[in-house]
């Protein structure tokens, strides 16, 4: 994957290698200091930087050619405190639509930001990747009384590790709703909010996932240095 004299990354900076040996490598970065490399560690750093890179060009892309069809929601779950991001839909990456009339409007390309009723934080970043579905409810963990409910396939933008990590109700403005931490919500519900209110929120949930991203990068760069 590296090759002697590319120029790559990682979390400390930009790096051209200077030789390759085995699982190791020597590199110089910008500020012209030198480091022995675990190439592993070093292909999975550069992996996720490039993954967010073109993550982010792929989002700018989305925005501009889709923000005047996509609609933006909240999305109410029930998770009980101290309790991991474990609920209906979440591993299975599908949400059900409570109503016929919701799942009439809702389409590929919407997106929404899943809210924890208990905790009032928000944790999650999701878009909708596919068309309508219908399914029993209980194969995806849901308790209902449907025999047949309106689903739709999600992707998972970005996500706090959990809920002590997420972005609280009372630590952001929503222009859709001023007093939304105040308000009875049941479990499933749908907000529509502003694209503004939702950039806001998804900008907060992204780097929040990036920090810790990095933080689990620079532990692995601190054991490697440990074992040298």
Known sequence: MFEVN?????????????????????????????????INIQARIWENIVAEQEARAASSRHMRQSSKDTTHYIKAVSIPPGEELVFPG??????????????????????????????????????ITGEMFEADPKQHTYTTDLEKAAFFPTDVDAAAPDLDHGVNIDSIDLESYPDFGKLHIDPETFFRISEDDFELLAEALTEITEDEDEEVEEYEEYEEDEVE
């Open 90 to 127: 979440w591993q299975e990456r599908v949400v059900m639509v409570p109503t016929a009339e919701l799942a009439q409007r809702i389409k590929p390309g919407d997106r929404f930001i899943y809210y924890a009723i208990e905790a009032q934080t928000f944790f999650a970043v999701v878009t």
């Open 6 to 38: 590319g120029v790559y990354r990682n979390r400390i900076g930009e790096y051209t290698v200077l030789s390759v040996d085995g699982q190791r490598m020597t590199v110089r970065y910008n500020d012209g200091t030198e480091a022995e490399l675990n």
